[in-house]
């Protein structure tokens, strides 16, 4: 009895091999595949927006004697949306049929730019149980009107409710 690895006697290298790999269906795979994900990569986009939170500044840590400069800020309520500069409203606009009122919002967010000549940071404060996605419309309308540095913030109903 002969001991080999090989079952047949001759070694691999003197046997004749008969089938050759196709790889034709695979390479027609490919073919279609990839023009397919490069179409789609074109209407695949990704949209950033940029926001800051404001900073978690208390008395002690603010050491500037300079009176800070009041910012440009967008109420959302469930009740009406409102510009306010400081402690000043500029404008309030009323909320019917809980329907927000964007576009009268955008005419006066680009009105109250151009007469204030404001070109600072706008701070976008929601209510609770306001819809990210109207927060987000409201940032939108801003972007438009060129105020880019947009912030976020929460409003209250009451400063006392506060933790």
């Not at 790889?23 to 027609?28: A, C, L, S």
């Not at 023009?35 to 074109?42: D, E, R, T």
């Not at 978690?56 to 009041?70: H, Q």
């Not at 149980?129 to 940032?139: E, G, N, P, R, S």
């Amino acid at each position: 009895m002969k001991l080999s690895l090989y079952r047949s006697t001759k070694p691999p290298s003197q046997v004749a091999h008969t089938e050759d790999l196709d790889v034709t269906p695979v390479m027609n795979m490919f073919i279609i595949l990839i023009p397919f994900l490069v179409s789609m990569a074109v209407f695949t986009r990704m949209s950033i927006i940029e926001f800051s939170l404001p900073p978690n500044v208390g008395a002690s840590m603010n050491r500037s004697s300079e009176k800070p400069k009041p910012k440009l800020t967008i109420r959302i309520g469930e009740d009406y949306l409102g510009i306010v500069l400081g402690e000043e409203l500029l404008d309030s606009l009323t909320v019917e049929n809980g329907v927000l009122p964007f576009e009268k919002l955008g005419r006066q967010i680009v009105l109250r730019k151009k007469e204030l000549a404001y070109d600072g940071e706008v701070v976008i404060a929601s209510k609770d149980h306001i819809a990210f996605k109207q927060v987000v419309a409201v940032m939108d309308l801003c972007r438009d009107a060129g105020l880019d540095k947009i912030g976020l913030s929460s409003a209250t109903d009451s400063p006392d409710a506060l933790p």
